[in-house]
């Protein structure tokens, strides 16, 4: 979802004569996303920008389902995107529709649907004032929770009308709620299951017959919404907190899942995390590789998942740990090197859920899928290079690391061997006269070779230095 413009359209249809004058054509809130994404399918245009990991899996699926024109519930864990992908369907809507000028839903000058916008329509005709609505106004959001109210979705008795003279039947006295608002919109309710089973009774009429009921009084209102849903798989069954008739009135439920490929996690947190220090990719893969280990660890409690904010967090806790290195060591600039990885665990234990029994092997656990997964992104990025002369050469003259020890000492300390320069060359150290990059390339061949048992590291008195050989 973008910023609303702030300038409306000049140029546009100012009254329902010259709309009509114009040719425009009324469609549906369903028709015209099926048109939009049909037009970008055609053209070869991204419908789904920013959207990583389901182009074969996820995305099919939705798309199919909204070109059948169905209401659609995403189900997954946490983190798996589907509040972003829910908020991405905005842009299948036309970039600006007509609204009768004034209307308390939105509605199309074509078609009122409340009292007080038909007797408007009736009284000026042609000269019915037509404004103009921009596609991000045209989304809706609830995030479902226990004390949601049926006033809230649909709408209650607004007792300022009832005192004015208005009889209760009038319904005129009506506040309408977040769904009728959205009347030729998007409706999206992230963690449906949470919504009352009162509440759950109160959408059946919405997305079956379009109409609403509020306080034993039913106006017959045609909405034009699409509902959208977000739930977890666990709770959205007949066992669950869903009702059976809720769920039934969906048309599609679409599945979605943690990315699939070690590049699109990578990809992923390339596009999400705000890092206040330069990370090379090869950490960012350490972190993509860390995330994905969780995923798979039996002491991980995965009903609960493994957020791909994990992934994201995780990213931005080692750009931190990089600026603050450079801080208490002096450096301009702030790059990432293997060490400023250790600070991960410790900051990002809270958001993981362990099972029973882990109690006091927590730190344990993530400190070793940590170095399983810096181990595998060495190995992946130095296969074929042998590091024995660098082995050797440390073994003779250590090199000191740690995050009170600047790059540039790192790299003073290497010895001046062939091996090194390729191992800059793979990780992206070349043809800069920063000693950063070339610090965090050596720094994970080190690594590797103390994760292989070829070197030995040993911690200073303070903690805050290391030293291979």
Do not use: C
């Amino acid at each position: 979802m973008g910023v609303v413009p702030t300038d409306r359209p000049s140029d546009r249809p100012r009254t329902l004569g010259e709309l009509r004058a114009s040719g425009h054509e009324l469609r549906g809130v369903k028709d015209e996303i099926r048109d939009n994404l049909l037009a970008a399918l055609r053209e070869g245009r991204d419908p789904w920008p920013g959207i990583v990991g389901f182009d074969t899996t996820v995305l099919p699926q939705l798309e199919r389902a909204l070109l059948a024109g169905h209401d659609v519930v995403l189900l997954g864990e946490r983190g798996q995107g589907k509040t972003r992908l829910l908020r991405s369907l905005v842009n299948l809507l036309d970039e600006w529709t007509p609204v009768i000028e004034g209307s308390e839903l939105g509605e199309h000058p074509y078609a009122p649907i409340t009292p007080q916008s038909r007797r408007r329509a009736a009284e000026l005709g042609d000269d019915l004032p037509v404004a103009w609505r921009h596609r991000d106004e045209r989304y809706t959001e609830k995030l479902a929770t226990p004390d949601t109210a049926v006033a809230d979705l649909i709408g209650d008795v607004d007792p300022v009308k009832v005192a004015e003279g208005r009889s209760l039947g009038d319904p005129e006295t009506i506040h309408y709620g977040l769904v009728p608002r959205a009347h030729r919109g998007i409706v999206a309710i992230n963690e449906l299951p949470d919504l009352a089973e009162r509440i759950q009774v109160a959408l059946l009429n919405v997305m079956e017959e379009r109409d609403i009921q509020v306080r034993g009084y039913t106006l017959r209102l045609p909405l034009d919404v699409l509902l959208v849903a977000s739930a977890n798989p666990e709770d959205y069954t007949n066992r669950g907190r869903i009702i059976t008739p809720l769920k039934d009135r969906f048309g599609a439920e679409v599945r979605t899942h943690y990315p699939l490929a070690l590049d699109d996690e990578i990809a992923l947190i390339e596009q999400e995390a705000e890092l206040v220090a330069e990370v090379p990719r090869h950490l960012l893969e350490v972190v993509a590789r860390f995330t994905r280990s969780l995923r798979e660890s039996s002491a991980i409690d995965q009903g609960s998942g493994v957020s791909a904010r994990f992934a994201v967090a995780g990213a931005e806790t080692v750009a931190a740990a990089a600026l603050r290195r450079a801080a208490l060591t002096g450096e301009e600039r702030a790059y990432a090197r293997p060490v400023d990885l250790e600070a991960v665990p410790g900051v990002l234990r809270g958001k993981l859920e362990f099972t029973a029994g882990e109690e006091g092997r927590e730190d344990e656990h993530l400190t070793h899928l940590l170095r399983t997964s810096i181990a595998a992104t060495a190995r992946r990025h130095l296969r074929g290079i042998e590091l024995t002369p660098l082995a050797e050469a440390v073994a003779e003259s250590p090199v000191r690391t740690g995050e009170r020890v600047p790059a540039i000492e790192v790299v003073a300390a290497l010895p001046p061997i062939d091996v090194l320069t390729e191992v800059g060359r793979r990780l992206g150290a070349e043809g800069t006269e920063d000693p950063g990059p070339m610090a965090s390339a050596a720094e994970l061949a080190l690594e590797l070779l103390y994760l292989t048992r070829r070197l030995a590291k040993d911690a200073s008195d303070d903690g805050e230095t290391v030293s291979y050989g």
